[in-house]
């Protein structure tokens, strides 16, 4: 049986033998990624919790690799990953520090999406089920690709966690990562999955939701054309559909989510940026 180990361990670290390519980089702080060691591989994998979430575990280079997504909503400091190996438990700390997102003021001229009426409040409050019962997907799979590529070509417009404030009013963060592509431009799958949504939302317009596995799932949203309907499975680089401007937006352009154990996380931890994007 050890000879057997060592031999997936061997297979692990050969380039055109492993399973997935890198894992993404680490930034402690809300809206980023922790990557925690667990121990060796030789052995069926932990199963670990953040938030009483279930959180990704993934075996590379013979160890076992936590990846915990940090929700922005949290507070800075000491945090516990719950780690299960088989009937024995335990927690591993962490620290988060602090991290100052800059401010951005945009100017909607459709004011119903900056106050939304009683109706729209309804069908927003509908919408949100659909999304979070999406978003609680959990593929058990053995690994997952966490080496993306951007899912559209253009220069990136806003970064993610930018304070938001439409017509001078304060709302939510910036979840995700703003390419500013023209109408029409293809949007790609950046790695292997399963759309697990589609449809047409107030706020996210024409919106494509893609499972990875293991709780990594990615939204494309504003979109102008959508090419793929719930229950497909993408290879890396098949087409999505298309970029638009539907939903609130200030014009055409791609907004990019990545959800790790159901936080939004920065997406540009996930990609290898050229120099000045």
């Known amino acids: 049986m050890r000879k057997l180990w060592l031999l997936l361990e061997t297979l692990f670290l050969l380039p055109g033998l492993s399973l997935a390519g890198g894992l993404p980089e680490t930034e402690p702080v809300p809206g980023g990624i922790v990557k925690l060691a667990l121990g060796s591989a030789q052995g069926p994998a932990p199963q670990t919790f953040y938030q009483d979430k279930r959180v990704m575990v993934l075996a590379r280079n013979g160890q076992w690799t936590a990846l915990v997504g940090i929700p922005l909503s ?54 949100s089920q659909i999304l979070a019962a999406a978003l609680a997907t959990w593929t058990e799979q053995a690994d997952v690709d966490t080496d993306f590529h951007l899912p559209a070509h253009g220069p990136l417009s806003s970064p993610f966690g930018l304070r938001r404030f439409f017509n001078q009013q304060p709302r939510d963060p910036h ?8 109408a029409g431009a293809p949007i790609t799958a ?3 999955g399963k759309v697990i949504n589609t449809g047409d939302y107030f706020f996210n317009g024409n919106a494509v939701f893609v499972d990875h596995g293991q709780g990594l799932i990615t939204g494309y949203f504003h979109l102008s054309r959508v090419d793929v309907h719930a229950g497909q499975m993408v290879d890396k680089g098949d087409a999505l559909g298309a970029v638009g401007a539907t939903g609130r937006v200030t014009g055409p352009h791609l907004h990019w989510n990545v959800y790790l154990n159901g936080a939004k996380v920065n997406p540009a931890l996930f990609v290898n940026l050229p120099a000045g994007r």
């Open 190 to 192: 950046p790695a292997a």
């Open 175 to 182: 979840s995700g990562l703003d390419i500013a592509a023209p």
């Open 74 to 127: 949290t507070k800075p400091g000491r945090q516990q990953l719950l780690v299960k190996t088989g009937e024995q438990s335990s927690t591993l700390a962490f620290t988060l520090r602090d991290k100052k997102y800059p401010a951005q003021y945009l100017t909607i001229t459709n004011q119903r999406m900056v106050e939304p009426n009683p109706e729209d409040q309804a069908r927003i409050a509908r919408e």
